[in-house]
């Protein structure tokens, strides 16, 4: 890559518009359950896994994922070995 490509590159801010896609983001856990999503945000879907859309479905939209997940909703090798981290953290402290 040119130092020039770098320089662009380096430069560019995350694409963003009204900020309710980032802030649509929760979560909810139980004794034997984790959830996390973007509820009520009709592009959500279509951020994160790409996709037709608009009249006739004839515009091809790249995926932009947000969240950690892979197009068949497993989660990504990197945020599964920090969950696994944590959890581990998370008992060894409930351990001693």
Same mark, same amino acid.
């Given at each position: ?5 770098? @320089?662009?590159? /380096? ?7 009204? *900020? ?7 979560? @909810?856990? *139980?004794?034997?359950? /984790?959830?996390?999503? %973007? ?13 037709? %859309? *608009?009249? *006739? #479905? ?5 995926? #932009? ?13 990197? /945020? ?14 409930? %351990?001693?």
């Amino acid at each position: 890559m040119t130092k020039r490509s770098q @320089r662009i590159l /380096a430069d560019m801010k995350i694409l963003q518009d009204s *900020g309710k896609l980032a802030a649509s983001v929760h979560s @909810r856990y *139980g004794d034997d359950y /984790a959830l996390i999503g %973007a509820g009520g945000i009709p592009y959500a879907r279509i951020h994160q896994l790409g996709g037709k %859309a *608009g009249k *006739g #479905r004839k515009v091809s939209i790249p995926a #932009r994922p947000y969240l950690p997940f892979t197009p068949s909703l497993k989660l990504q090798p990197e /945020a599964e070995k920090a969950l696994l981290k944590t959890g581990m953290d998370y008992l060894r402290r409930a %351990a001693e």
